[in-house]
Nanobody, 121 residues
């Protein structure tokens, strides 16, 4: 069974840094776009950053210049380096990936279990 295994997260003071990692575990034929979403209480889930299999990146305007997403295709892993964290970054962060797990089947979206990021003021 294919899973997304996340690590990182935790509690940090405003202005601090955290690094999130997400690894694809299990057999896949193709790993296409991957990314991080976040869900804060009372707010809709939002895309934080995404990266394609050839390295094209996209960021939410609220994290531009503070967060960096990177990818290692050989390890099927993405990382999200989060710097200059703010209290409004507090949320539950989830990894997302578009995967193909069998021949002649379309890509499907898989989600990780998520990890909590909390930023104190």
């Amino acid at each position: 069974q294919v899973q997304l295994v996340e690590s990182g997260g935790g509690l940090v003071q405003q202005g601090g840094s955290l690094r999130l990692s997400c690894v694809v575990s299990g057999y896949t034929l193709t790993v296409a776009d991957m990314g991080w979403y976040r869900h804060a209480p009372g707010k809709q889930r939002e895309l934080v950053a995404s990266i394609s299999d050839d390295g094209d990146t996209h960021y939410a305007s609220s994290v531009w210049g503070r967060f960096t997403i990177s990818r290692d295709n050989s390890r099927r892993q993405i990382d999200l380096q989060m710097d200059d964290l703010r209290p409004e970054d507090t949320a539950f962060y989830l990894c997302n990936a578009q995967l193909q797990t069998a021949p002649l089947t379309p890509l499907h979206v898989t989600w990780g279990r998520g990890t909590q990021v909390s930023v104190s003021s």
